[in-house]
């Protein structure tokens, strides 16, 4: 341990006793940082029965600032206990944050693959895309999931393709056929978005063996790349930066979204157009893991990088930002969906259940489920201030209120109908899955009292309370 890394265990023990845990918005199902920022999930993992998600955490700064890993574990993904910081920006090679990763486990073994950031400090020199900065793979390893090992640097920008810029990040590991492949997220020299595969055959020595790119340029950087197959669908995700046009205008600054594959990833392949996974405001960086169960399960970052447009009231509060609730993945009639996860059927209370119109200030912390919609007729408003309807066949989020939206405006999918819709609604967020997740949007809010009135003709409403 260094003195570096002592000085930052007392300065996070400080930031964190002194930190507010009773604010009006804190959340009661979706993970926050104990004090300071939160931004992409990490290193998920269930791990000898036990469920694991580290998350980019600065505990000295609501708005951000050098990145660590903050390590949070739960039996059922709902409850969920902080374990304190596993992984300081202590090193050379990670001195200026420890960025995004995953777990790969095999053999009784945690191994926790990550990005090292280290930036040089002289901005008039630099653009940070070319020079300026390194982009290092390093490897921790762990056997119970608490301890972890001494940090290995397995690759750095000199390692990876010379036609690349120095942002080259996000490692996901996987093993197939005896082998292991890494994606990583990167950026070309040209300013071409693309994701670059290494394999290896004992985890830590990795060579270059191919790429996955589009037939044209589909944005300029791929965050956080993710690689899996869920009943049968090979699925492609990445967090794209850069994409232009009329069809991005009213979405987000950045991407987050999949392709499905066709045929072999590490050999001859297509990718098909690319779908958002979330059509809200606040959704950036997901990352999926397998359950013991079989499951796969996602969870993204409920938040937005470089987003001028719209803030959060927590940060008055020495807090910002949260995950998603995590999410089950799942193919219907070819369609990839999304749904929370089914251990929140046990935490459900139902509170009423009613035909074509529901209207309660009864809760804050809620589902409500609306089934069987005719005619395509829904209308809701949460919270006197934000609406949530379908009309001229699009469904759209739209606040009413600046001070409950904090700058949040609009945004919309494009669908044929719809005939169903889930609210989870938290504290100070909404997550809301259309036509059996079908389409999925998600938002952060800010109310200053509950409220949820739904229209829906001829549709079955319930309304369920979730216990803590």
């Known amino acids: 341990m260094t003195a570096l890394t002592n000085d930052l265990i007392k300065l996070t023990a400080d930031a964190e006793r002194n930190a507010d845990r009773d604010g009006r918005f804190r959340q009661k199902l979706h993970l926050m940082p104990p004090a300071g920022w939160l931004n992409d999930p990490n290193g998920l993992c269930q791990f000898k029965g036990i469920y694991h998600a580290f998350f980019q955490y600065s505990p000295f700064n609501a708005e951000g600032g050098v990145k660590m890993w903050g390590h949070y574990t739960s039996h059922d993904m709902i409850q969920w206990k902080y374990q304190g910081v596993m992984l300081y920006p202590d090193q050379p090679f990670d001195c200026s944050g420890v960025y995004s990763g995953c777990a790969f486990i095999e053999n009784g073994k945690m191994y926790l693959y990550y990005t090292g950031n280290a930036k040089l400090e002289d901005s008039d020199n630099y653009d940070y895309i070319n020079s300026g900065r390194e982009s290092n793979t390093v490897l921790v390893t762990s056997t119970d999931g608490a301890h972890f090992g001494r940090k290995r640097l397995l690759m750095k920008n000199s390692d990876y393709p010379a036609d690349l810029t120095l942002h080259v990040r996000d490692p996901k590991v996987w093993k197939e056929d005896g082998t292991y492949y890494m994606l990583q997220g990167a950026r070309t020299k040209e300013d071409v978005g693309q994701a670059v595969i290494f394999r290896s055959e004992d985890r830590i020595h990795w060579t270059l063996y191919s790429r996955v790119e589009t037939k044209k340029k589909f944005g300029y950087m791929w965050e956080c790349p993710d690689y899996f197959e869920v009943d049968g669908v090979k699925i492609l995700s990445a967090s794209v930066q850069g994409l232009e046009g009329d069809e991005w205008k009213d979405r987000n600054v950045y991407q987050s979204g999949y392709f499905t594959v066709e045929g072999d990833i590490l050999g001859e392949y297509s990718l098909s157009d690319y779908r958002l996974w ?63 996860i089914r251990e929140l059927e046990e935490r459900k209370i139902l509170l009423e259940e009613t035909k074509n119109i529901l209207k309660t200030k009864k809760c804050t912390v809620y589902e409500a489920v609306v089934s ?3 005619d395509d007729q829904f209308h809701a408003v949460l919270a006197e201030g934000l609406t949530a309807e379908y009309e001229n066949n699009r469904f759209k989020i739209e606040f009413k209120n600046d001070k409950v939206s904090c700058g949040r405006k609009y945004r919309f999918a494009g669908m044929d109908h719809v005939t169903e819709v889930r609210i989870l609604s938290d504290e100070s967020s909404v997550e809301i899955f259309v036509n059996d997740g079908e389409y999925v949007f998600s938002t952060r809010y800010y109310p200053e009292e509950p409220g949820i009135c739904i229209e829906a003709e001829g549709a079955e409403i319930r309304l369920y309370e979730i216990s803590e």
């Not at 509060?317 to 929370?340: A, L, N, S």
């Open 372 to 374: 069987n919609i005719s």
């Open 278 to 340: 979330d059509y809200g405001f606040d959704y950036y960086a997901p990352q999926s893991f397998d359950t013991e169960d079989g499951r796969r399960i996602q969870i993204g970052w409920m938040g937005m990088p470089d987003c001028k447009e719209y803030t959060n009231r927590t940060v008055e509060d020495g807090w910002q930002h949260c995950f998603t609730f995590p999410r089950e993945v799942f193919v219907k009639d070819g369609i990839v969906r999304q749904r929370p």
